[in-house]
């Protein structure tokens, strides 16, 4: 199984920082992405941005230039910078086990609220 923990929400002005963080334990695949999924009220949750145990890096066209992800082995930091009021929502750490049957495995969620 594999564990995740997350923490780093709160809330901040427009044009401010907050980095979240997730790390990932347990039975980790050599082969894995992790990343955050948002939702925002009365909307679907997206995919924010992931990285894979190789680097390679993705993120939604609505943060991208504004948010970096980065991991040190299985712990991935979110650094979002320029924050608007549309980022506000609850953000999801994940994983993914890149495998032929890999399932997502879920953080509890933290709260990120943008406002003036």
């Known amino acids: 199984q594999v564990q995740l923990v997350e923490s780093g929400g709160g809330s901040v002005q427009p044009g401010g920082s907050l980095r979240l963080s997730c790390a990932a334990s347990?039975?980790?695949?050599?082969?894995?992405?992790l990343g955050w999924y948002r939702q925002a009220p009365g909307k679907q949750r997206e995919l924010v941005s992931f990285i894979t145990s190789i680097g390679s890096t993705d993120y939604a066209d609505s943060v991208k230039g504004r948010f970096t992800i980065a991991r040190d082995n299985a712990k991935a930091y979110l650094h979002m910078n320029s924050l608007k009021f549309e980022d506000t929502g609850v953000y999801y750490c994940?994983?993914?086990?890149?495998?032929?049957?890999?399932?997502?495995?879920w953080g509890q969620g933290t709260q990120v609220t943008v406002s003036s």
């Open positions: 347990g039975s980790v695949s050599r082969f894995n992405a």
């Open positions: 994940y994983y993914r086990d890149l495998g032929v049957d890999g399932d997502d495995i």
